[in-house]
C-alpha cells in the first residue's frame, strides 16, 4: 500500500517557556516537532529553557506555510498564532503600541475601541427584529 504524507497536517503552535507569555510561532506537525524546532533554531533567548511548551492553536489556518518558525510576526499574529505583538506599528494610527488583531487587521487597543464604538453605533441604529415562536 502507498501512502501518501498528507501536507495538511501542518499545524501552528506557539511555543513558549513555561511560565513565560513571549514565544516563538511555529508551524509543525506536532508539539514534539514544533519543539524540536525551536531547540534547534539556536534562537532560544537566553534562560532557562528546560520546561518548553508547545501549545496547539487550534483555529490557525496555516496549510500554505512551510514547517518551521514563522518569521513574520504581523503574519502569526493574523493567523492567530500569536494573541498580541509589543511595541508593532498599528495599521490605524501607525504608532508603535501592543497591537492584537481585529477583524483581520492589526490594531493597538486605543484603535479597537474607537473601530468598537463605531460598530456598536451602527449596529444600534438599524432596527431590531424580535422573532416569535408560537
Ligand atoms: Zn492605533
Same mark, same amino acid.
Given at each position: 500500500?502507498?501512502?501518501?504524507i498528507?501536507?495538511?497536517? %501542518? ?5 513558549h517557556?513555561s511560565g ?17 524546532i ?7 533567548p ?11 492553536v487550534r483555529?490557525? %489556518?496555516?496549510?500554505?506555510l512551510? #514547517? ?10 493574523v493567523?492567530g ?6 511595541k ?11 497591537? #492584537? ?20 453605533m ?5 432596527s431590531?427584529?424580535l422573532?416569535r415562536?408560537d
Open positions: 500500500m502507498l501512502r501518501i498528507d501536507n495538511m497536517n %501542518k499545524r501552528g503552535y506557539f511555543v517557556n513565560e507569555w513571549c514565544g516563538f510561532a511555529v508551524v509543525a506537525t506536532s508539539a514534539k516537532e514544533a519543539k524540536k525551536i531547540h534547534d533554531s539556536g534562537e532560544l537566553v534562560g532557562d529553557w528546560s520546561d518548553i511548551r508547545a501549545h496547539w483555529s490557525a %489556518k496555516v496549510d500554505d512551510p #514547517i518551521g518558525i514563522v518569521t513574520d510576526g504581523r503574519d502569526a499574529l493567523r498564532i500569536y494573541g498580541a505583538l509589543e508593532y506599528p498599528c495599521d490605524e494610527c501607525g504608532k508603535e503600541r501592543d497591537v #492584537i488583531c481585529y477583524n483581520g487587521r492589526v490594531l493597538c487597543s486605543r484603535c479597537i475601541e474607537k473601530e468598537y464604538r463605531r460598530h456598536d451602527s449596529s444600534n441604529s438599524g431590531v427584529t422573532e415562536g
